[in-house]
């Protein structure tokens, strides 16, 4: 993932998560985690949210599609993989992107 990349996923991620709730839910799972990790987190919990939206009219249905192309949710899996390879040897970090897997906002 591209330094830039990174960096706007970090802010929609952070914005995302933030209007949806007072209180971070994957505050716990990204303690001690390396950067990268925590926005890793913070994505799929914010592409759960999103995916998991109802389109209920065409307004709806477009604002949805918007988040789920900024949040990059179609590269969600590629990106997981590259950063379970990088941290391999790290269990917490699986742990993470497994727990953060089950939270939806």
Not at 8 to 32: I, R, Y
Not at 90 to 95: R, T
Request: charge should be negative.
């Amino acid at each position: 993932m591209h330094t830039n990349h990174l960096a706007v996923c970090l802010v929609l991620c952070f914005t995302a998560v933030s209007q949806a709730s007072d209180k971070d839910p994957g505050a716990e799972l990204k303690q001690n985690q390396p950067p990268v990790v925590a926005a890793l987190v913070d994505r799929i919990i914010s592409c759960n949210h999103w995916s998991g939206e109802s389109p209920y009219d065409a307004d709806r249905a477009k604002e949805i599609n918007t988040a789920l192309s900024e949040l990059h949710c179609a590269q969600l899996k590629g990106d997981e993989s590259t950063i379970l390879s990088t941290f391999q040897t790290n269990p917490a970090v699986k742990k993470a992107i497994d727990a953060a897997h089950e939270l939806f906002l």
